[in-house]
């Protein structure tokens, strides 16, 4: 029988699924950058020096999260 909420999970499953939200809301911010990124640069949005600086801030997510939080199921 599946636990009924959150808290009839153990705290390794616990863990576990908030690396993985973590890790998917930092990709799901990486992408969102470089979708802008590229808006600016087929000139769909105003460049105030953005598409660079969103690759940085793409780059940045995705580094820091791979070093924070590792891969699910290679603790």
Do not use: Y
Not at 4 to 20: F, K, M
């Amino acid at each position: 029988m599946p636990p009924a909420d959150w808290n009839g999970l153990t705290e390794d499953l616990q863990l576990l699924l908030s690396r993985e939200a973590l890790r998917r809301a930092a990709e799901t911010l990486a992408e969102h950058a470089e979708i802008l990124a590229k808006e600016m640069e087929a000139g769909a949005l105003l460049d105030r020096g953005g598409p660079d600086a969103l690759r940085l801030f793409a780059a940045v997510v995705r580094t820091t999260n791979r070093d924070a939080f590792g891969e699910v199921g290679h603790a």
